[in-house]
């Protein structure tokens, strides 16, 4: 278990970027993007584990996910952002060596509080 904290999050509009950021207390195996939406369930987003990437269908060519490979800091890049796209987003890491399904919140053991993201014109 790790400590994380996300930052970034803002006010865009349509068609705008935000950087996110997610710091880590210690190092991780895995580091996903989720995000939730008033009424909605929480989705994960972006993926990353030893260089390899992960998206979701819905922000595929849109949304990069990076990893600084000394600190392990976590980075989301989010261009062409759609209202759709409004939501809480939260960082989110394991640090089990173990096989997983990235999609599945029970897989993480550290969760970050999250950072709101709003897309609106």
């Known amino acids: 278990q790790v400590r994380l904290l996300e930052s970034g999050g803002g006010s865009v509009p349509p068609g705008g970027s935000l950087r996110l950021s997610c710091s880590t207390s210690?190092?991780?195996?895995?580091m996903t993007w989720f995000r939730q939406s008033p009424g909605k369930e929480r989705e994960a987003v972006a993926s990353?584990?030893?260089?390899?990437?992960s998206y979701a269908d819905s922000v595929k060519d849109r949304f990069t996910i990076s990893q600084d490979n000394n600190d392990y800091t976590l980075y989301l890049q989010m261009d062409n952002l759609k209202t759709e796209d409004t939501a809480m987003y939260y960082c989110?890491?394991?640090?089990?060596?173990?096989?997983?399904?990235?999609?599945?919140?029970?897989?993480?053991?550290?969760w970050g509080q999250g950072t709101q993201v709003t897309v609106s014109s």
């Open positions: 210690g190092s991780t195996v895995r």
């Open positions: 990353i584990r030893s260089g390899r990437t």
């Open positions: 989110a890491a394991t640090t089990r060596r173990i096989a997983d399904y990235w999609l599945d919140r029970r897989y993480y053991d550290s």
